[in-house]
């Protein structure tokens, strides 16, 4: 992944973004279970094996 990641992460301020491996994993179940992005950030709230196979480092406070 490292040599299609070169240069992605050039933002300038706001939070920092996931790593490229995490944004894949994310995008891989997406269209896997065709989520739209808020159903995505919902199921990654609400489902632990998500997080785990998306390689998040979320708290459970942050878990509904």
Known sequence: ???FARG????????PPFPIET???IHCLQLW???SDPSME???HER????RFAGTRW???HAR
Not at 9 to 15: I, N, S, V, W
Not at 48 to 51: D, G, H, Q, V
């Open 59 to 61: 708290c459970s406070a």
């Open 42 to 44: 919902e199921e990654l």
């Open 48 to 51: 632990p094996l998500y997080r």
């Open 8 to 15: 992605a992460h050039q933002a300038l301020g706001g939070r």
């Open 33 to 35: 279970w065709n989520l």
């Open 1 to 3: 992944i490292a040599p």
């Open 23 to 25: 944004m894949l994993r």
